[in-house]
C-alpha cells in the first residue's frame, strides 16, 4: 500500500506495546509530528488519564477519546498513538474503519507488556492485583478489534521501540 504524502499513521495496539514509544521515534523518521490521544486528552485537562477514570469513571473517559481522536483525524502529516482501549466502541472502531489514512498494529504478547509494565502506576486498567489474568482477557477480548480495523500490522516480538520504528518505517518507505 503506497504511503500518501500527508497521510497520517494511527498507531493501535494494547497497553505497552509502544505507540507512544515507536510513534515518537516513527515520526522522526518519516518526518511527520507526532501527537498522542492520551497526552493531547492530559494537556486538554490538565490532569492525568487515570484521574479522569477516577472522576469520571471509564465511560467518561471514552467520550473524551472519541471526540479528541476525532479532532486529531483531521491533522495532516501526523504519527497519531492512540490508547489501548481506542477500539472498544464501535463509534471509534467506525472513525478508524473509514479513515482514509494507515492504521497500523503494533502487536506484543502479554509476558512483553508485563515486563514493560511492571513499575507503570499510571494506566488505570493495571492498578492492583491480577495484571497478567486482565492482560489477557482484554487481548482476548479487543485483540479481534485490532485486526478488525487494521491496515498493516507489526509484531514486536524481541525488537526494541528502536528496531521497531526502523523495521516499520522501512516498510513504509521501501521501493515499490
Ligand atoms: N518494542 C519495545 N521493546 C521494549 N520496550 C518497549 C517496546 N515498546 C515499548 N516499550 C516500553 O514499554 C513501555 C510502554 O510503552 P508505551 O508507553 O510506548 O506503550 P503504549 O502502547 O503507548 O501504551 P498505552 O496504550 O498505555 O498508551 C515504555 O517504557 C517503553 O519504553
Ligand atoms: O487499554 C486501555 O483501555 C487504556 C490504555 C491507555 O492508553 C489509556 O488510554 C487508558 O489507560 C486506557
Ligand atoms: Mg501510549
Partial sequence: MPLK???????IGPMGAG?????????????KTFCDVDQE??????????LIFDIEKEAG??????????E????????IATGGGVVVTDENRQLLAQTPHTVVYLKTAVKHQLKRLK???????????????RLMKLAKERN???ESVAD??????????????QKIADYLTRDR
Avoid at 504524502?5 to 498507531?11: E, G, M, P, S, T
Avoid at 473517559?61 to 476525532?70: D, K, V
Avoid at 486529531?72 to 504519527?79: A, G, K, S, T, W
Fill in 119 to 133: 513499575r507503570d502506576k499510571q494506566r488505570p486498567l493495571l492498578q492492583g492485583a491480577g495484571r497478567r489474568e
Fill in 152 to 165: 498493516l500490522s507489526f509484531a514486536s516480538g524481541r525488537n526494541s521501540a528502536y528496531g521497531m520504528a
Fill in 5 to 11: 504524502k500527508n497521510a497520517n499513521i494511527i498507531l
Fill in 144 to 146: 479481534p478489534l485490532y
Fill in 61 to 70: 473517559f471514552r467520550l473524551r477519546e472519541t471526540a479528541m481522536l476525532t
Fill in 41 to 50: 486528552l492530559e494537556k486538554r485537562t490538565g490532569v492525568p488519564v487515570n
Fill in 19 to 31: 505507540k507512544t514509544t515507536v510513534g515518537k521515534q516513527l515520526a522522526m523518521r518519516l518526518g
Fill in 72 to 79: 486529531l483525524l483531521q491533522r495532516e502529516n501526523c504519527i
